[in-house]
């Protein structure tokens, strides 16, 4: 009611002046009936009415609403006074919405990615359970479960807890058909309760059932939503179909929901389809304790805790590694809730990005105060005027946070477009995060919005407004005439901040210097091979088509030759796993010549299949002995060539070459042959001992072609894609990279970090220096007074210039020392992130410190300059 | 008494609000109760209503008009009275009031308690009551 009144007040202001017309001219025609002149009915009608202008106020204020009424005043006062000076509502609203665009996204991020709950039934009681080495205390203390564990632990926990096994790293050639082409999948086998544990139904059709998890069950398939949109063009017959996995027949019993992701620190989240486990996997698999080729879940039943389950099975572990005792059988269990699982990960580096933020957040808010103190002091008299004249304190402090108010609200509007940017651009840089699709605002974003929004208006107004105090009105007032120091007082505070502020930004330079250097060591690793101008790609035969060792071999040769005879080519090889693109297996091995170690304690090495040509074509140096020869293939393959680091660890002072490495797991003995240098598995982890075997032979159905040219290797991409094709139409190829991309992509992580820390400090600095440069101008003008005596008592104008210098360095300074010390104790939270460099790296602190004191000599030099430059005549007449 | 008899004498809510405002609540009921009062008998205008009031009461009582269209608005507001735009007697566009059932019920609850106040008063001045002046 009273809003539409006041809302309408105009009109009904109208409709009164219409009444009172009507009113004027009745009573008019009355007096002219009584036998008054025109003239005289006029005026005795208005004389009798009275004021109709105060008719019209009285009504105006009736329909008024008070509270509104003074604040939209404010308003519109503050609007004209900071279109008045558009200059700083500029930069106070661009600095605001800096920092609270950048805060609002880190925010959104974070909670969509750490803290909202995941998209399954009651997630709250699903957690991920692993299998754990207690002796071996470098080892990560979460390691993929193997088949037999699982069916001990799945025995145990029956009543206790709903489990389900899924191997997430299984990957499908799907079958050129109906004009498609052939691709490469990334799968997941699952145990049949997988999708009812997490509490997810299929969007059609239906997920697995305990029958279509047998070894002897029809051949099914749960497409996800993305490839059932993708490759079959969302057909809504696609459940009874049959679809081509490894040229074998699957029938699609359901596609899943769009909404339905599921990803854990092992990945995951790429998974196109998935496959019941029991019909997929060996027998085999399904019982030994030493291949850990399983993910576990687990829902708790109502009663369970976490704690109490893992206890449980740690026992049935235990009992189960004794009883099944071999090289690589894990004697205990651990397990954290799904969403750790699957976000520990990012947790560091999305806090450490967050607390930047604030950082940023915090700097531009000192900021705007530092120019709101800036603006009082240059509007001192007009506020002493007005205190003087009666105006309540409360008004004006009122109109101050009004002001202030208004910047961060644009500042915040501003913000959230920035937010929504910055999103897009993450989202869209960071797909292989997991739970990035997640990302999205909310409820609570807009409230912390809106919350970060008040906040700097009330931190940035309250600091301004603080420095005005009644009692000095006089003073103010006087000022004018002497140049006094309660000028500096003020510009005291500002000093204040500024040191606040320089400490935060080298806190953030610092940080920005660490993780820049741990990122250019990261590039700098050396792979243990020339990355330029090499070309890789994955290609694995299936079963079905390529049965024997023999025709894998073939194929394997053939191709080889024909990339070789490929225009450009310099050299190409096979291998399983080319360096830089993973772990590619292990085993446990013994020396056979040597007395054999105790149980469980054999060496590790990692395992990989290399064809002849393969250590000339990615250039790994051949240090003694010689490479694989033509002949030793298939049943000739137990030789073997081992890596400098895995002669050290086998071999410590000994000759290799010729001695024999038994496999553990296998039993087979390979002659050594060579030795070669060492190459890593993954650019951001120390060299692993390696073993390599021919893969002419051993086994090997999946290789990755390497191709070596003298310039842009990329052109020889599509060439050599098409000879495959040629060769074979059903057969896909994967992740076709060049080596130095590959490096990009396991350095995405560290260089998205660093970048945008670097960014947040690069603002943060220009924040301070702006800062500084404003404090120190400030200071000059007031004081140009007092400058002007001294020069003309006889100061030198180089003296002049060093005594304003040190001024405005001086909090710069404190500041720095502040911010080190600060820094040295923050930077231990990102220990995690940093690679191959210490928290407390000298260089970086040296650099951070010359920088900023450089960026603040800058700052201050013109205002100091001018200061000294300053002509003795004018600056004491201006006053 | 709450006016003053003298030959004209005025009533509103300006005139008196600064000196006592507890009389200009009171005055501003009895105009509101009046105005109320006028519309009984039909629809009327702003300047109808203050030409009978002043006539009824034997030209006793002159509507400050500054405060007639104020009460009117406000009373409108209130849903007591609703308004519409007409054609005067005298052929002019003109604001027209009617008087709401809810008005109508406010009127019956104003009139017994000015009766009633009216009345005590009558009692403590020693005075005749009203209504029994009103039985002569």
Known sequence: MNWRRFLQRSRADAELVEEIDLHMAEEMDENVARGMPPDEARRCAYVKFGNTQQVRERLWQQNTLALIDNSWRGVKYGLRTLARSPGFTMVAVLVMALGIGANVALFTVVRSVLLNPLPYHQPDRLVSLYEHENAERNSSPYLPVAGGSFAEWQRSAQGVAQMAQVSPWQQYNVSAEGGKLPEKIDAAWCSWNFFSTLGVAAARGRTFTADDDRAGADATVVLSASFWRRRYSSDPEIVGKKIWLDATPYTVIGVMPASFVYSSSFGGSTVQAWTAVNHEAPAWMMHTFQDHEFLVIARLLPGTSLAGLVSRLATVQKKASADHAAPGVHDSVTGRSMLDDMVEGYKTSLYALLAATGCVLLIACLNVASLLVARTAARNKEMAIRTALGGGRLRLLCERLTESLLLSVAGGALGLLLACGALTWLVRMRHDMNRVEAIHFDGVVAICTVAAVLLCALFSGLISATTTGGSEILVSLQESSRASSAGRARAGLRRLLLVLEVSLTVVLLVGAGLLLKSYQKLRNTDLGVPVDNVLTMHFSLPAIRYKEPVQQVAFFERLLQRVRSLPGTEAAGLVSTAPGQGWGGDNMVSVVEHTPPPKGQEPDLMFRGADPGYFRAIQIPVLRGRTFRAVERLERAHVAMISQSAAQLLFPGEDPIGRHVKNSSLGEVYEIVGLVGDTRWSIAQPVFPTLYRPLYGNNYSAATIVVRSRRNVDTLALPVQKLIGEMDPDLPVSNVMTLRETIGKSTVDAQFDSVLVLAFAVIALVLAAAGLYGVLAYLVTQRSREIGIRIALGAQRRQMLRVMLLDGIRPALLGLVLGLGASAAAVRQIRSMLYETQPLDPVVYVAVSATLLLVAACACLLPAWRASRLDPMQALRTE | ?136
Do not use: C
Not at chain 2, 14 to 22: D, I, K
Not at chain 2, 35 to 59: F, N, P, Q, W, Y
Not at chain 2, 60 to 83: F, I, M, N, T
Not at chain 2, 113 to 129: D, H, K, N, P, S
């Open chain 2, 1 to 136: 008494m709450v006016y003053s008899y003298s030959h004209r004498s005025s009533i509103g809510a300006a005139s008196l609000s600064r000196s006592n405002p507890s009389n200009a609540e009171m005055l501003k009921g009895t105009l509101d109760m009046m105005v109320l009062r006028t519309l009984v008998t039909g629809d009327a205008h702003g300047h109808t209503i203050a030409k009978v009031i002043e006539r009824t009461s034997e030209e006793v009582l002159e509507v400050e008009q500054g405060s007639l269209y104020p009460a009117l608005h406000r009373l409108e507001d209130r849903g007591w009275l609703s308004s519409y735009w007409g054609i005067s007697e005298n052929n002019r566009k003109a604001r027209f009031y009617r008087l709401t059932a809810a008005g109508k019920r406010q009127l019956v609850h104003q009139t017994s308690r000015w009766r009633q106040m009216a009345r005590a008063i009558a009692l403590v001045m020693g005075e005749e009551t009203p209504s029994a002046k009103g039985n002569k």
